[in-house]
């Protein structure tokens, strides 16, 4: 499986962005597809989970803010960033998880400034 992250930008702040993840299989079948992300000299944290049958979860920093979301029909899973702030600058990695098997995309870069 191969995940393919795109949408990232430069964005002033308060503004928006959405990042896109397109898996080479099926979304449907994976437990958790997540988003994270990784600032200079700091862990990789994350931002958004879905796991089938257990919700959605959020970071406490970007709850109200941001929006994960999975479309099984085009194998994509998708985060919707509104009201940005300079502390969301960061490369975003997205995630997925089938059984023992856990894959990584390229990350794509966000940055917001004014």
């Known amino acids: 499986v191969q995940l393919q992250a795109s949408g990232g930008g430069s964005v002033q702040p308060g503004g928006s962005l959405t990042l896109s993840c397109a898996a080479s299989g099926r979304t449907s079948t994976f437990s958790t597809m997540a988003w994270y992300r990784e600032t200079p000299g700091n862990d990789r944290d994350l931002v958004a989970i879905?796991?089938?049958?257990?919700?959605?979860k959020y970071d406490d920093s970007v709850k109200g803010r941001f929006t994960i979301s999975i479309d099984d029909a085009k194998n994509t899973l998708y985060l919707q960033m509104n009201n940005l702030k300079p502390e969301d600058t960061a490369v975003y990695y997205c995630?997925?998880?089938?059984?023992?098997?856990?894959?990584w995309g390229k990350g794509t870069l966000v940055t917001v400034s004014s």
């Open positions: 995630n997925a998880v089938d059984g023992p098997y856990d894959y």
């Open positions: 879905i796991s089938r049958g257990r919700g959605i």
